[in-house]
């Protein structure tokens, strides 16, 4: 079974301040992970994926095989950053290698000016 | 259009009628995928089609629900005898092909009286 957990529904930091946000996640194979973005009354966007190895609104993710982990970074995080975030794995367990999501519980980031 | 379009966006109904929600993906994406919100939760994988075909419905909580896209294009998601717990946002996705990113929709809200 394939599981992403987000440890922290709530994050709050000051303009400018380094920001991680957690995403741990359980998958026997070879996971493909992303991080998603849901700005105030906005759709669900991609952010950035582990493949693509870019850095999206100064954003950044490394994918650690060893502790199951894919943290997303800013180091100096800024107002518009305030939104919903959610991680996400697409794995190909059975042989089933379309894309399905598996997300986390998400995480509210609130940047405070 | 320019992305995925639900509708209708939002959808009351009292227990024990049926609803039903479409999705109009962006023209010439092969694959697409709903996906259940409940609140204060992440998406959770109802059901994918690869054009036409109805390749995994894994997701689907019950027999009372439904999907089709009968002509690769656009989907209908339909639930019947709905039920209070059948209130949630219905996220629908659409992408390109396998392991291409996907793009969701505004999702609709739906609320069970």
């Known amino acids: 079974a394939q599981r992403v957990t987000q440890p922290e529904k709530l994050l709050s930091v000051f303009k400018g301040a380094p920001v991680e946000l957690k995403c741990n996640y359980s998958?026997?194979?070879?996971?493909?992970l992303f991080w998603y973005v849901q700005y105030s009354r906005q759709r669900l966007q991609l952010l950035l994926r582990?493949?693509s190895r870019e850095s999206i609104k100064g954003f950044t993710a490394d994918l650690n095989k060893g502790e199951t982990s894919f943290h997303l970074k800013k180091p100096f995080a800024q107002e518009e950053d305030s939104a919903m975030y959610y991680c996400?794995?697409?794995?190909?367990?059975?042989?089933?290698?379309?894309?399905?999501?598996?997300f986390g519980q998400g995480t509210i980031l609130t940047v405070h000016p | 259009g320019a992305g995925v379009s639900q509708s209708p966006r939002y959808k009351v109904a009292k227990r024990g009628q049926d609803v039903a929600l479409r999705c109009d993906p962006i023209?010439?994406?092969?694959?697409l995928f709903w996906y259940q919100q409940a609140l204060g939760q992440g998406p959770e994988f109802l059901t994918y089609?690869?054009?036409?075909?109805?390749?995994?419905k894994s997701g689907l909580p019950s027999d009372r629900f439904f999907a089709e896209r009968p002509e690769g294009s656009v989907s209908t998601l339909k639930i019947q005898r709905t039920q209070q717990e059948d209130s949630a946002v219905y996220l629908c996705?659409?992408?390109?092909?396998?392991?291409?990113?996907?793009?969701f929709g505004d999702g609709t809200r739906l609320s069970i009286l």
């Open positions: 089609f690869q054009n036409e075909a109805q390749l995994d």
């Open positions: 998958y026997s194979g070879s996971p493909e």
């Open positions: 996400a794995l697409s794995g190909n367990a059975g042989g089933t290698s379309y894309g399905k999501l598996t």
């Open positions: 996705a659409s992408s390109l092909g396998q392991g291409q990113p996907q793009h």
């Open positions: 023209s010439g994406h092969v694959s």
């Open positions: 582990h493949i």
